[in-house]
């Protein structure tokens, strides 16, 4: 069964980091990209950030450059995002999801994703 699971979500003052990973069972993600998507209540899912099967190719959207890194260990099967710097509207749930092909520049749209995650709750308050 093919399955990503998010984790690292929690609850964080502004200026604090975190650390998410997206871990695969069930395939390998040598062959995928990643994204990070989020979705606020209310609010449509967004793209946050994404990474070729390789890691060779990048992507944030303007509102997390600078604070955001998205980071692959495919021995590990797993996908990182380092959260740094976070403010109140990084509140959301994140979602990890898997894209086939991999290679290339990865996208940020939604609807070029094949295989999602469940979802991790980030809350940024003080």
């Known amino acids: 069964q093919l399955q990503l699971v998010e984790s690292g979500g929690g609850l964080v003052h502004p200026g604090g980091s975190l650390r998410l990973s997206c871990a695969a069972s069930?395939?390998?993600?040598?062959?995928?990209?990643i994204g990070w998507f989020r979705q606020a209540p209310g609010k449509e899912r967004e793209g946050v950030s994404c990474?070729?099967?390789?890691?060779?190719?990048?992507n944030y959207v303007d509102s997390v450059k600078g604070r955001f890194t998205i980071s692959r260990d495919n021995a590990k099967n797993t996908v990182y995002l380092q959260m740094n710097s976070l403010k109140p509207e990084d509140t959301a749930v994140y979602y990890c999801?898997?894209?086939?092909?991999?290679?290339?520049?990865?996208?940020?749209?939604?609807?070029?994703?094949?295989?999602w995650g469940q979802g991790t709750q980030v809350t940024v308050s003080s």
């Open positions: 990474i070729s099967n390789s890691g060779d190719s990048t």
């Open positions: 069930g395939f390998t993600l040598d062959y995928y990209a």
């Open positions: 999801a898997a894209d086939f092909p991999g290679w290339g520049r990865p996208s940020l749209s939604s609807n070029d994703y094949d295989y």
